[in-house]
Structures are given as structure tokens and as C-alpha cells.
């Protein structure tokens, strides 16, 4: 079993930063892979990012490629989502995942522990 708490949501103006941070609970932290989604309102849950186990291999959504950056610290429990050169179109709840999962990453039907969301608004 393993509970996610995300934080570092807020409201921020076009053009800034935030750093999204996700604790999890329970000694297998390591045995997860991670990933960041996200949901606008009226709109479907989107893939934004992923982390493998190790931290050696990430993937992005197409819409925030080159802007976000996933991290995880293992010894911490913890992984991150730096979001730079935030858009109005980046305003949505995030979610941090986990799964145990070794394929389909970018899907989220596959990962079986969510935390709670985060609200991050991004004004023009």
C-alpha cells in the first residue's frame, strides 16, 4: 500500500514557476514508478509526466516537453514536477501516481495508487 500527498500548488502568473512535490508513504518507494497527470475542468485526465524507478528514464507529454521537469529523490520518499514558463492552459488539478506497472506509462489505468491533486492556476 502506498499513500501519495502532493504539494507546491498555487496561483501563479503566465510565464512562472512552481515546484510540485509528492510524498509517499511506505518502505517500497523504489519499487514505483511515478508519474504526474493532470485534469482541467470538463476535460479528460492527461499524462503530463513519468519517472522510471531509478530516476534514469522520464517521458512527457507533448504539451509541457522542454517547460516541466520530473524528479524523485528515493531516499526522501519523494517526487517533484518543476514546471517553468507556465501557460493559462497549464491551469488544472495534478495528480502524483504510482504503479508497479513495467509498460504503458504515459496511460493511466495502469497505475494503482493516487494522491489527492493539487490545484495549480496560472493566470494570463
Known amino acids: 500500500q502506498v499513500q501519495l500527498v502532493e504539494s507546491g500548488g498555487g496561483l501563479v502568473q503566465a510565464g512562472g514557476s512552481l515546484r510540485l512535490s509528492c510524498a509517499a508513504s511506505?518502505?517500497?518507494?523504489?519499487?514505483?514508478?511515478m508519474g504526474w497527470f493532470r485534469q482541467a475542468p470538463g476535460k479528460e485526465r492527461e499524462f503530463v509526466a513519468r519517472?522510471?524507478?531509478?530516476?534514469?528514464?522520464?517521458d512527457y507529454g507533448d504539451s509541457v516537453k522542454e517547460r516541466f521537469t520530473i524528479s524523485r529523490d528515493n531516499a526522501k520518499n519523494t517526487v517533484y514536477l518543476q514546471m517553468n514558463s507556465l501557460k493559462p492552459e497549464d491551469t488544472a488539478v495534478y495528480y502524483c501516481?504510482?504503479?508497479?506497472?513495467?509498460?504503458?506509462?504515459?496511460?493511466?489505468?495502469?497505475?494503482?495508487?493516487w494522491g489527492q491533486g493539487t490545484q495549480v492556476t496560472v493566470s494570463s
Open positions: 511506505g518502505r517500497t518507494f523504489s519499487s514505483y514508478a
Open positions: 519517472i522510471s524507478r531509478g530516476g534514469s528514464n522520464t
Open positions: 501516481a504510482a504503479t508497479d506497472a513495467h509498460i504503458a506509462f504515459t496511460t493511466s489505468g495502469v497505475y494503482n495508487y
